[in-house]
């Protein structure tokens, strides 16, 4: 079975706080894909970064830092100085070849305060 | 500036009504999706289509009818629908179906509301 856990629903920050989204997956297949989306209020769904099952190494793109480990099944987002403009809800996503569909996890909604 | 351009943005329909949903891209990608978001939940899968063929109907009903006239437009056709259908509709697009080693682009969606 391929599933995602967000376990976080909302979470609620200010200004310039780091702040960590949890991301855990469960899939059988050795190959797969890892993902997270943010999505604003506009609607649409923006890419921010894809990892592969072969790749535990960590990314960081500015105030962005992703954390992936493979032994507990998790790849956690870490928002460092968060912005209002952060506000958002973000999804972890899941591919692999076997279920041939991306598979969402229930979203979290990052609300920042100024 | 998004690269998949949704149309309508908005569309309140009754239930006897039929309108459709547009969708459009320009970077030569051959699949491209139809999800559906309810009010606080992730997309769900309903149509995908690669290379202008339907590849994968999620057991959507009926009352949608998907359409793919040519590589850059995919339609979604709407009939008779319900208030339960009331949702977010998102367009997506990847250079082919399958793809998602890389990333799925999407719209800003079409917000419809079924009275």
Not at chain 1, 23 to 47: A, H, I
Not at chain 1, 59 to 71: A, C, L, V
Request: charged share 20%; glycine share 6%; with cysteine.
């Amino acid at each position: 079975a391929q599933k995602v856990t967000q376990a976080q629903t909302e979470i609620s920050v200010v200004e310039k706080e780091d702040v960590t989204l949890d991301c855990v997956y469960e899939t059988r297949d050795t190959t797969y894909y890892l993902f997270w989306y943010k999505q604003p209020p506009s609607g649409e769904l923006v890419f921010l970064i894809r990892r592969n099952s072969f790749d535990e190494q960590n990314e960081i793109s500015g105030r962005y830092s992703w954390n992936f480990q493979k032994s507990t099944s998790s790849f956690n987002f870490t928002i460092t100085a968060s912005q209002v403009v952060d506000s958002a809800v973000y999804f972890c996503a899941l591919y692999s070849g076997g279920y041939n569909k991306l598979i969402f996890g229930a979203g979290t909604r990052l609300a920042v305060h100024p | 500036d998004t690269e998949v351009t949704q149309t309508p943005k908005h569309l309140v329909m009754g239930m006897t009504n039929k309108k459709s949903l547009k969708c459009e891209q320009h970077m030569g990608h051959r699949a491209m999706y139809w999800y559906k978001q309810k009010a606080k939940k992730p997309p769900e899968l309903m149509f995908v289509y690669s290379y202008e063929k339907l590849s994968i109907n999620e057991s959507v009903p009926s009352r949608f009818s998907p359409e793919c006239p040519n590589s850059s437009l995919l339609n979604l056709h709407l009939h008779a629908l319900q208030p339960e259908d009331s949702a977010l509709y998102l367009c997506a697009s990847s250079p082919y179906r399958g793809s998602h080693t890389g990333e799925l682009f999407f719209g800003e969606g079409s917000r419809l509301t079924v009275l």
